[in-house]
């Protein structure tokens, strides 16, 4: 029996043992009371602005529309919450992680801005910023249900689709201060047995959307996902990250991330590719 199935089978048959933790560690309840997770996780939180940041998120969620969230999802969960999405409903461990990324991001103390996070997922981070007045709005997939939910427990708009090779997004995204992408994964094609995007295409994707949809000075962050490539091995695409940092972003090597603060569009003159909007064309 292949071993996802495997798993399966075990948490079907005993739904009330320990969840298994994810691979990054964390071991998801999302059926837990909010508020005891959210003490839970904070005082894993040592940095004082992301506690207060930490602190606000959880005190903006209804309580009420949550509880009735869970019990939205309390089959699915329990069927077979080892491998669903429905990890993203235990949100403290995400307000964890994204007001990390808020306080990197100085989401607390800069200006009021326009923020759109592509492949946004539950919205954890859009809704730390939107606790501090900034304007956001997310960009992903309709698919799966427990996403949209989330966004709407936050009072978050969507727009719909996905990034797509050598497809332009939507002209009704607009420009913004500050794009996020995090633990993406629109550069793996789709049934190709884990083939991914080249950093020639993740070039000519982030000239084009760094031309196309960002109002300067902006803030472009990056956070990469690891995926198989086509050895199989499961690895972040370090050589991106190598360019990130030749072309001044700061990068933390032990998440693969890339942070860049723009006067203006990016170039990667040196690194041999096509036109975004021509890739993929016959
Ligand atoms: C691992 S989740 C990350 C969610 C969120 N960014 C976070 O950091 O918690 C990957 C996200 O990418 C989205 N996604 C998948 N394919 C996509 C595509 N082609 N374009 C944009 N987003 C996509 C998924 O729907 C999901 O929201």
């Not at 048959?13 to 999302?30: I, S």
């Amino acid at each position: 029996m292949a071993i996802v199935a495997k798993l399966r089978e075990h948490f079907r048959k005993k739904p009330n043992r320990p969840q298994r933790p994810d691979a990054d560690g964390v071991t998801y309840r999302p059926l837990r009371p909010l508020d005891e997770r959210i003490e839970g996780w904070r005082v894993v939180i040592e940095d004082g602005r992301q506690r207060a940041m930490y602190d606000r998120v959880a005190a903006s969620i209804d309580r009420s529309a949550y509880a009735a969230l869970q019990e939205k999802y309390r089959s699915e969960i329990e069927a077979a919450d080892e491998l669903a999405v429905t990890k993203y409903l235990d949100l403290a461990p995400w307000f964890m992680i994204h007001s990390r990324l808020a306080r990197i991001l100085n989401i607390d103390t800069r200006p009021k801005c326009s923020i759109l996070d592509i492949g946004a997922g539950g919205g954890q981070f859009l809704t730390i910023a939107k606790t501090y007045g900034h304007d956001v709005l997310a960009f992903d997939r309709p698919d799966p249900a427990v996403y949209g939910d989330l966004l709407a427990l936050s009072g978050i708009p969507r727009i719909e689709g996905g990034v797509m090779l050598g497809e332009p997004l939507p002209d009704s995204i607009g420009r913004f201060d500050l794009i996020m992408i995090n633990g993406q994964v629109f550069d793996v094609f789709p049934k190709s047995g884990g083939k991914r995007w080249t950093v020639a295409e993740w070039a000519s994707f982030l000239e084009y959307l760094t031309a196309t949809h960002m109002e300067y000075p902006a803030t472009l962050f990056v956070g990469l996902n690891k995926s198989a490539g086509p050895t199989g091995v499961e690895d972040f695409l370090w050589p991106l990250v190598d360019l990130a940092e030749q072309h001044g972003a700061t990068v933390e090597r032990k998440r693969a991330t890339m942070h860049y603060d723009l006067a203006e569009p990016l170039e990667f003159e040196e690194v041999s590719k096509q036109p975004w909007l021509t890739l993929g064309k016959a």
